[in-house]
């Protein structure tokens, strides 16, 4: 076993992969999901100059956003993930803490970002209620909260189960996805072997996500106060259906 505890669900989650992770991704469309959260900032006719991307991972989508001419800040829960936000170009300025007790005592920011799945990794319903009562707390009146989140679909259908393995990029990935549907979680077995600068190197990470319903997110929507909100499957401007891999989610603090 390497340096992670793989006894607690989400111990040790991109702590290794974290300074491989722009690699990994990078053929993940950033920019068409920054182009997308901007056409539903139009859609709901907002304009918003302060933004956290929580869950930031490296910074990807905050990053993005600087760029646009958003001010910027980032926070996630694994700290060599935030260590990797100042490579970005530019850089985002990021903190380290939990999505259900985030850091800031500030409560006028325009928008909470947290894209790609990021909320899913929260295993336990109450923490994402959590999670959201925060969003609502640090935005000020007319600020909006959007995320994304798979769906079950995505989930239970084996999506998480890939390979590059005869690829021949330097760094080879294999994952196995097993989803259990009582605690609807999918537990993802990933080994890695990097073959770049530094290498050879392999190490392995177990990642988690939980799958929520549709109808379980509008609810912690509302029950944290947020009054207007409406989800998406996503990219587009159309309802969550059962075939939705994604589901994009917008909220409007009063
Ligand atoms: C798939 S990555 C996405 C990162 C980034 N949003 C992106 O678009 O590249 C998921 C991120 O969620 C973070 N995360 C997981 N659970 C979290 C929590 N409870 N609070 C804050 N961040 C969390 C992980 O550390 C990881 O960086």
Same mark, same amino acid.
Do not use: W
């Given at each position: *076993? &390497? $340096?992670s505890d793989f =006894? #607690? !669900?989400?111990a040790g989650e991109f702590d290794q992969v974290a300074e491989y992770y722009d690699h990994l991704m990078k053929t993940v469309p950033y920019r068409h999901w920054v182009d997308y959260v901007e056409s539903l900032l139009r859609r709901w006719e907002a304009r918003p100059v302060d933004v956290l991307d929580l869950a930031c991972g490296t910074g990807r989508v905050g990053s993005e956003m600087v760029r646009r001419g958003y001010q910027v800040r980032g926070a996630d829960?694994? &700290? !060599?993930?935030v260590r990797e936000c100042i490579r970005q170009e530019p850089p985002l300025p990021a *903190? /380290?803490?939990d999505a259900s007790r985030i850091g800031?005592?500030?409560t006028r920011l325009d928008l909470v970002v947290s894209l790609y799945d990021s909320l899913n990794y929260i295993l336990v319903p109450e923490k994402l209620a959590a999670a959201v009562r925060e969003a609502h707390r640090i935005l000020r009146s007319g600020g909006l909260f959007i995320f994304d989140l798979n769906t079950e679909r995505a989930l239970a259908s084996g999506l998480f189960t890939q390979d590059n393995m005869r690829s021949d990029d330097p760094l080879q990935y294999t994952w196995e996805a097993h989803w259990d549907p009582k605690s609807r979680i999918c537990r993802v077995d990933m080994l890695y072997y990097w073959n770049g600068d530094g290498g050879p190197k392999h190490f392995r990470e177990t990642h988690y996500q939980r799958a929520y319903d549709n109808s379980e997110v509008l609810s912690m929507l509302r029950m944290?106060?947020? =009054? #207007?909100f409406e989800s998406y499957s996503a990219y587009t401007f159309r309802? /969550?259906? !059962?075939? $939705?891999?994604r589901a994009y989610y917008v909220a409007v603090k009063e």
């Open positions: *076993m &390497e $340096s =006894t #607690r !669900p989400g829960l694994a &700290e !060599p993930m *903190m /380290v803490c800031i005592a500030d944290a106060g947020f =009054t #207007r309802a /969550v259906t !059962p075939l $939705s891999d």
